[in-house]
């Protein structure tokens, strides 16, 4: 049964009046002004706001560290949980400066998502998945597409090797689709639209324990 | 494990700002600077998202994108010029993604001003407007709600009516505020 939108609504508002991020879900675009105008008031009632003094340190270190990698490769944005700033500066920004910088610190766009402490994430009971299907699921700041055959698992990252698009799962076709230009990828991360060539998707790595549970190597 | 993702209905391609290069005005204090103009962005941000986390995330991607072309130089005003140019860019894509609204939609929302100040009470002021504009048991349920932090029940009591009736009102409180042009 559909919710009806004053609860849709209200859930939305809910979550903003706590602090909590903007979880959207499909139909919420029917009130798309209402969600606009309730993140406003939800705004307006915090008075002006500032960075807490742990963002801006974030930022800070952020800044000091550019002028010496001069572009931040999509990998190492993926690690920092920037996945979708990552394919913006891979994607959009990098994309036209290779000629000029060589491309020679850029690594690969299929090479493992593997951050820096990484730790490994339950994401569910192997049973959870179904077979021959790809579940979008968070390992912290890393978000990947979990494909299971079988009793074994694979994952890829969930951001589009060109645009900075969250892809999403076609059933039907057994792809993953990617909303912002027509290119699609296998499971296993490879391209398979024939009219954009384009670097595969990064792989995230996952394991299965002893105990049947699935785990994401994220942050 | 998390829903799969939703696939917007106008997948609208963000737009790039413009691709020039500014450059920060002083080697030393250029971390400074950059850090000032970025809390003005997040407070841009802020008020139109309204949560600390997409606030941060969306700042992140701004400094990201606009950072790595800023160099030594140039006045603070063309840092803010950019910065703010991507600000829009990055929250045009964050609406486009969420919601599925289009680059269109979003143009006037986005061509506000740029603040020339610090972090100012400019939303609230810009939300009393619009509440001035509304009936007065939509300004109440939005007062009661956002302004003063009260749960539905709560409002419920207050405006003696029950819970499901305070919720569809303040779904239509929130249509009509939507529609109001504070700046008219």
Not at chain 1, 81 to 94: D, E, N
Not at chain 1, 170 to 198: A, M, Q, R
């Amino acid at each position: 049964m559909p919710e009806q939108p004053e609860n849709r609504i209200d859930r939305i508002v809910n979550d903003l009046l706590h602090g909590r991020r903007l979880r959207l879900r499909a139909g919420d675009a029917d009130e798309k002004e209402a969600i606009t105008a309730a993140a406003r008031f939800a705004a307006a009632g915090q008075g002006p706001q500032r960075m807490s003094p742990a963002f801006r340190r974030r930022l800070a270190e952020l800044i000091e560290s550019t002028p010496n990698e001069a572009w931040l490769t999509r990998r190492a944005a993926l690690v920092a949980g920037f996945g979708v700033a990552a394919g913006a500066v891979a994607g959009g920004l990098l994309g036209k400066q290779l000629g000029s910088l060589g491309g020679a610190s850029m690594l690969s766009a299929s090479s493992p998502v593997v951050p820096v402490n990484g730790q490994w994430t339950d994401v569910g009971a192997l049973a959870d998945f179904a077979d021959g299907q790809a579940t979008h699921v968070t390992a912290g700041a890393v978000g990947a597409f979990v494909y299971r055959r079988g009793d074994s698992v694979s994952a890829v990252s969930s951001i589009c090797s060109h645009l900075p698009c969250e892809l999403w799962w076609e059933k039907g076709s057994g792809l993953l689709e990617c909303p912002c230009h027509p290119v699609s990828f296998t499971p296993d991360g490879k391209p398979s639209s024939p009219s954009y060539t384009l670097s595969a998707l990064n792989e995230v790595k996952t394991r299965i324990t002893s105990a049947g549970r699935v785990e994401v190597l994220g942050t | 494990m998390t829903a799969e993702p939703r696939r917007p209905s106008d997948p609208a391609e963000p737009s790039e700002p413009a691709g020039e290069v500014v450059d920060l005005p002083n080697a030393a204090r250029a971390t400074d600077i950059a850090l000032d103009e970025l809390e003005l962005v997040y407070a841009f941000i802020y008020a139109r998202v309204g949560n600390r986390a997409d606030a941060e995330d969306l700042t992140q991607q701004v400094a990201l994108k606009a950072i790595p072309r800023l160099r030594q130089g140039a006045p603070a005003s063309a840092i803010r010029g950019y910065l703010f140019a991507t600000a829009r860019s990055v929250l045009g894509a964050f609406w486009s993604m969420r919601l599925g609204l289009s680059q269109a939609e979003l143009h006037e929302d986005l061509a506000l001003a740029i603040p020339q100040g610090p972090p100012s009470n400019e939303p609230a002021e810009r939300a009393q407007r619009i509440l001035a504009e509304l009936s007065d048991n939509y300004r109440r349920v939005l007062e009661l709600r956002f302004l003063h932090g009260y749960s539905l029940k709560e409002v419920a009591s207050e405006m003696r009516s029950t819970v499901g009736a305070v919720k569809v009102m303040q779904l239509r409180a929130l249509r009509a505020a939507a529609k109001v042009d504070p700046d008219a």
